[in-house]
């Protein structure tokens, strides 16, 4: 069964460095999202990406953020300086269609983000 | 906007013994409505769903009834086992950007002893 997958499971970085997490979405789906899971905390939308652009983002999405698909199957969340705040789970997903709410996204395994 | 309100957990529960969690939601439109599940380690599986109002979602002895006069969304099963401990997250999607992101409550922790 087609699966998201993520990496790295786990990053540790240090406060105002750059990371990049990567996630590679099922194979046929055309929207992608990112959400994050601070510890103990709700799970909270950050952008969708459509058509190699942002179709939606949430407050928490600002200008430390950017996403990209550099190649077709990759698609990437960078932060460009860290803050002890971004420590948190991040999760990927993917959906099959566009239109349609009944279309399941589907979550890939998160990658532990921990900002010392 | 939309939001979601679940009840508070943990909730601990003998095995065998049925479980309601509560979920109600406010959103405009029409959204579809979810519940996810994330057991301890691992990512979100989903569950079950509904898209329109009446519909029933099932799936491994779980349920819940979209109900839009009330705004709810209830996870129920009638007899829960010890490998069904876990975090359920209720969820709805739909956005007016177009990009149908999910919106999802804070999450209910289900421990079942033996």
């Known amino acids: 069964e087609p699966e998201v997958t993520q990496t790295p499971s786990h990053q540790v970085t240090q406060m105002g460095q750059e990371v990049i997490l990567r996630c590679v979405p099922i194979?046929?789906?055309?929207?992608f999202y990112w959400y994050r899971q601070i510890l103990g905390q709700k799970v909270e939308f950050l952008v969708s990406f459509y058509n190699n652009e942002i179709s939606e983002k949430s407050e928490i999405f600002d200008d430390q953020f950017s996403v990209e698909r550099p190649d077709g199957s990759n698609f990437t969340l960078k932060i460009r300086s860290t803050k002890l705040e971004d420590s948190a789970m991040y999760f990927c997903?993917?959906?099959?269609?566009?239109?349609?709410?009944?279309?399941?996204?589907?979550f890939g395994p998160g990658t532990r983000l921990t900002v010392l | 906007g939309n939001s979601v309100t679940q009840m508070e957990g943990p909730v601990t529960l003998s095995e065998e013994a049925f479980l309601t969690i509560n979920c109600t939601y406010t959103?405009?439109?029409?959204?579809?409505l979810f519940w996810y599940v994330q057991y301890p380690g691992e990512g979100l599986q989903l569950l079950l769903k509904?898209?329109?109002?009446?519909d029933k979602g099932s799936n491994k002895g779980f349920e819940a009834t979209y109900r839009k006069e009330t705004t709810s969304f209830h996870l129920e099963k009638g007899s829960v086992q010890v490998s069904d401990s876990a975090v359920y997250f209720c969820a709805l999607s739909g956005s007016t950007g177009g990009g149908n992101k999910l919106t999802f409550g804070t999450g209910t922790q289900l421990k079942v002893e033996l």
């Open positions: 997903a993917s959906r099959a269609d566009r239109w349609g709410d009944y279309n399941e996204q589907f």
């Open positions: 509904a898209t329109k109002a009446d």
């Open positions: 959103a405009t439109g029409y959204p579809s």
């Open positions: 194979s046929n789906h055309l929207y």
